[in-house]
């Protein structure tokens, strides 16, 4: 797996051994990072489920300004730091081991109204077994809430037939618009803050 663009462009970064983790297709991710274009330079990045980091860190290689990336999976981790390490991104990739739906460890910097950019891209079982699905949309609800940024976009990776599934319990009707894109098995569910949060 490589960066696709930017400062650290064609280099390669390793992906957690085993099955427990799935890193995004690069072709998916390339089309991602396509479609966010000028929402990157600058950016503060959210990462959640982070597994090799190859979201938080195609989003610093293409001119975000910090990314918070968290996992908690052993081998992912070791993998994440050593990526993190091996591309010099120490001062800008922050990782936190830990549970990614923890509120507590979404906390932005105290400087900051929040993300810029929220990456959630769980185990696919979690968006495809009930229970587990019910936890995944309440955080989306808080996250929409309570950590994007005014004006922010939070991407959700997900299998493509269950996108029609993810619906968020408690969101008021409002500044958030959402779209949705299909990648063969893999599918991008975007929700967008076009205005400022309690608008």
């Known amino acids: 797996m490589r960066i696709i663009a930017g400062e650290h462009r064609g280099r390669r970064i390793e992906s957690p051994p085993g099955l427990d983790t799935r890193p995004m297709l690069d072709r ?18 959210l ?9 938080g860190l195609e989003a610093l290689s293409r001119g975000a300004r910090r990314a918070r ?11 994440l730091r050593k990526n993190v390490e091996h591309l010099g991104m120490a001062d800008r990739a922050e990782i936190i081991r830990g549970d990614a739906l923890r509120k507590d460890l979404w ?19 979690m968006i495809e077994e009930p229970d587990p699905r019910l ?18 976009c939070l991407v959700v990776h997900a299998p493509s037939r269950t996108l029609d599934w993810i619906r968020i319990p408690g969101l ?28």
């Open 172 to 199: 008021v009707p409002g500044p958030w618009r959402r779209d949705e894109r299909r990648y063969g098995s893999s599918g991008l569910l975007y929700l967008l803050a076009e205005e400022a949060r309690g608008a």
């Open 69 to 79: 990336m968290i996992e908690k999976d052993p081998k992912a981790l070791a993998v």
């Open 107 to 125: 906390r932005p910097l105290a400087s900051e109204a929040g993300f810029d950019l929220v990456f959630l891209d769980p185990p696919f079982r």
């Open 28 to 45: 998916v991710r390339e089309a991602l990072f396509s479609t966010l274009g000028t929402r990157l330079p600058e950016a503060s990045v």
């Open 47 to 55: 990462d959640l489920f982070a597994g090799s980091g190859s979201l």
């Open 135 to 152: 936890e995944v949309l309440a955080s989306l609800g808080e996250l929409l809430r309570e950590v994007l940024a005014p004006g922010g």
